[in-house]
């Protein structure tokens, strides 16, 4: 049986922390990555912890660790994931989208999981639609 796929979270902020906490308490293999080296030690430290403000309607607290934890775009290549979702801020994406487009194999869906308007125009500029 082939190993699954991961699934790939750009960005180990607030947004990302909690999309990929969930996707692992979801039983999916999640990959993060993270650029800010402390943040990166963080994680590695003392894995993800979300602790939901309203416990009361059957949130609970999640405390995870991902599968895989990189710090460069480069070792996608090395994983083939499933999907990626972006949770950077919307200003790196001038920057980030051609570094992705080189190491992400054309299957692998990307997901915008950003705040902003126009942002899948961005990145239909660099993957073909059916990937976007």
């Not at 800010?36 to 602790?51: I, M, Y």
């Not at 999640?62 to 083939?80: G, N, Q, T």
């Not at 308007?117 to 993957?127: K, P, Q, R, S, T």
Request: aromatic fraction near 4%; glycine fraction near 6%; include cysteine.
């Amino acid at each position: 049986m082939a190993p699954e796929q991961p699934i790939a979270v750009l960005g180990a902020g607030a947004v990302g922390s909690i999309l990929a906490a969930n996707f692992i308490d979801a039983g999916a293999t999640v990959m993060l990555i993270e650029s800010s080296a402390a943040r990166c030690d963080q994680v590695q430290r003392d894995g993800l912890t979300v602790s939901p403000r309203l416990p009361s309607i059957g949130h609970r607290p999640l405390a995870v660790r991902p599968a895989v934890l990189v710090r460069s775009l480069e070792e996608l290549l090395d994983h083939a994931p499933e999907a990626l979702f972006i949770c950077t801020k919307t200003w790196s994406l001038k920057h980030l989208l051609p570094q992705l487009a080189k190491v992400l194999c054309p299957e692998t869906l990307v997901v915008s999981f950003q705040n902003g308007i126009g942002l899948e125009d961005e990145l239909a500029e660099h993957f073909p639609a059916p990937q976007v």
